[in-house]
């Protein structure tokens, strides 16, 4: 089974048949997964800010959705991360394999590891985002014709405000390529538990200060017209992933 995480603009699964709403019961408080069939195989589908758009970045139960989906038998995670673009090149409608991230946030439950069982345990992080899932993403992405940027580090801060122009000059000389809000503690959780994990970072306007002010209205609009291509991308990938890939 894959899972599939989504954020703003994705809300649902274009052509999921048979699909269910569970709440599973976690350690970590009740998490709504839905349950389906699409692209011929079993999938679940967690819209992470939950019904309605109604969980800012910061209040979202990180662990509580990663640990529903292992326990449900997810082999691994796709995700999508809707982001300002920190790098010159970027542009609304564009698509990046994310691969390495930065993390700014504050006061988010990051780790299942809290030394309650009195052992110390530490993950590496050296490929945070699963190779086997990004080769499968750009290997499906040159067979369906689409343009996707094979690497980009992301940077997650805090929210639910938006960045500075200050902030986004000091990230981009860090490194950061993209910028969003809720790409961590996700990809951290997901490897403490051994799920690989992937990210499709998928550009909604450029970051404060590189480029005219833009409205929520724009912002649709970029996610609107981008939602068949990334839809077509996910399903490729859900074709073939097996979990030794």
């Known amino acids: 089974m894959l899972a599939i995480i989504t954020g703003s603009g994705f809300y649902e699964v274009p052509g999921l048949t048979e699909d269910r709403d569970e709440t599973v019961v976690t350690p970590y408080g009740p998490a709504r997964v839905t349950l389906g069939t ?12 939950g019904a309605g758009h109604s969980l800012p970045p ?5 662990r509580a959705n990663i640990w529903a989906l292992r ?16 790098a010159r090149d970027l542009e609304p409608g564009d698509l990046v394999l994310i691969d390495q991230f930065l993390e700014f946030t504050k006061d988010r439950a990051d780790t299942f590891f809290d030394g309650d069982d009195g052992l110390v345990r530490h993950t590496d992080m050296t490929e945070p985002y699963h190779r086997g899932l ?10 369906l014709d689409l343009v996707v940027r094979p690497t980009g580090t992301y940077v997650c801060m805090n929210g639910p405000r938006f960045e500075t122009p200050a902030e986004i000059a ?12 809720t790409g961590y503690p996700e990809v951290a959780l997901a490897a403490e538990v051994g799920l690989p994990y992937a990210s499709i970072g998928v550009i909604s306007n450029p ?3 590189l480029g005219e002010s833009i409205t929520i209205e724009e912002i649709i609009g970029v996610l609107e017209a981008v939602r068949p291509a990334l839809w077509a991308l996910i399903g490729e990938v859900a074709r073939r992933w097996t979990p030794s890939s």
């Open 134 to 143: 990004r080769n499968l993403l750009a290997e499906a992405a040159a067979d």
């Open 38 to 49: 699409w692209q011929g195989r079993s999938v679940a589908f967690l819209p992470r800010h």
């Open 58 to 62: 910061h209040r979202i139960n990180y």
């Open 71 to 86: 326990e449900i038998g997810a082999s691994a995670v796709l995700a999508t991360a809707v982001s300002g673009g920190i």
């Open 207 to 209: 970051a404060a200060g």
């Open 170 to 181: 000091v990230l981009g000389r860090l490194g950061a390529e993209l910028v969003g809000m």
